[in-house]
């Protein structure tokens, strides 16, 4: 009998199809089945052993397991986290770990390249929906959360009480060995900072290679320094932040390089009020070469300022090197009628010259509209 006609493409899917059933097959081999990741569940007692527990859940697992820990927990040792590894609570409210009183740890939790001292950073590391607390008055110095790591990821996290910094962002480990490489990539969101001893959100960084991260969607409040200050914010996206109570700095932005600063809601900055300080709604010091941009932000001070100290609600505080080029356009600055309040200021600084385009800003309520110092060109743009 003749074969019944194919069409060619009917004749290769059934090829396709043997070869589909035959891999199929290969995997079944004894010794040949893939790895797939786990769940490793750490179950706290609520005692001093907790943190040993993490540890042993983290230490047993492979890379990319999920490390699920079940709260509340007392925490008397750093935790070190393995990369490659997501590390998951139930809940904020579910999944608590609060430092032993008299612990007094440099950190709480932190990642494996700045405990271990090495000159490279940990990469591939997810946190999500727990709650660190500080027992800042049972403590000194503590950071609850230490970051030196690329490509990684902090969402739904609450820091609260911290001692030191809430979270610590650094290219340092912890005696102080230099990262020889860059940390880059990674998202810091949906988190909500307060009460802390220190700055909020703070980047250490005095060898230029953490770049290029972004910090979105947070509350930041009640920082005894400021709510967010960065070494380095080039390349940083800091965006849809509702700072407030921050005694130093609501934003402190060093070293500008491609920076956006978007759409944050700021209230009530400064209130350390010492005299002769200037404190800053937002403040960027300027890197030459490249352009950043400072847009949509509200700045307001809603209570009575403090006796003493100045006051800027945005303000770019200098050009590091070269011509600065910034553009500040649509923002709303409310103060409090006095005139030690200055809405824009604009100061070139030790650079060659700052560029600024300013417009459509609203700017009420404040001793001083704008400044520019000498050297600064300021236009309304194309």
């Not at 600063?261 to 400064?270: K, P, S, T, V």
Request: hydrophobic share 35%; aromatic share 6%; net charge neutral.
């Amino acid at each position: 009998m003749t074969e019944p006609h194919r069409h060619p493409a009917t004749r290769r899917g059934a090829a396709a199809a043997l070869l589909v059933v035959a891999a199929a097959a290969l995997l079944l081999l004894p010794g040949s089945a893939p790895s797939f990741a786990a769940r490793v569940n750490a179950a706290c007692a609520g005692t001093g052993t907790d943190a040993a527990t993490i540890q042993a859940a983290v230490n047993g697992s492979s890379a990319g397991d999920e490390i699920v820990i079940k709260g509340p927990c007392l925490i008397s040792s750093t935790i070190r986290l393995l990369d490659d590894r997501t590390y998951r609570g139930h809940s904020r409210g579910g999944t608590v770990l609060k430092q032993a009183a008299g612990a007094n740890l440099d950190a709480m939790l932190a990642t494996q390249s700045w405990v271990d001292n090495v000159t490279y950073t940990s990469t591939n590391i997810r946190i999500e929906q727990l709650t660190l607390d500080g027992n800042r008055s049972a403590n000194t110095g503590t950071v609850p959360l230490v970051l030196r790591t690329w490509n990684s990821r902090v969402y739904d996290v609450e820091i609260r009480e911290a001692p030191g910094d809430g979270i610590r962002v650094t290219s340092l480990s912890r005696n102080g060995t230099h990262l020889s490489g860059t940390q880059v990539n990674s998202i810091i969101a949906d988190v909500f900072v307060h009460d802390n001893g220190g700055h909020g959100i703070h980047v250490v960084d005095p060898d230029n290679t953490t770049t290029d991260w972004i910090l979105e969607r947070a509350w930041i409040a009640g920082s005894d320094g400021s709510g967010v200050d960065l070494d380095n914010a080039a390349g940083w996206q800091i965006r849809d932040l509702h700072i407030y109570g921050a005694d130093q700095h609501a934003i402190n932005a060093r070293r500008c390089f491609n920076t956006g600063i978007h759409d944050n809601y700021i209230e009530d900055f400064g209130s350390q009020g010492t005299s002769g300080t200037t404190y800053f709604g937002i403040r960027c010091t300027v890197q030459g070469d490249v352009g950043s941009t400072i847009s949509g932000n509200k700045i307001n001070q809603m209570f009575t300022l403090p006796a003493a100290g100045s006051f800027v609600s945005i303000g770019l505080d200098g050009v590091n090197y070269g011509t600065g080029r910034v553009t500040v356009t649509g923002n709303t600055v409310i103060g409090k009628n006095t005139t030690r309040e200055t809405g824009l200021s604009y100061a070139k600084g030790g650079g060659t010259a700052l560029v600024v385009v300013s417009t459509g800003n609203l700017v009420d309520r404040v001793g001083t509209a704008r400044a520019s110092g000498t050297g600064v060109t300021v236009t309304a743009g194309q």
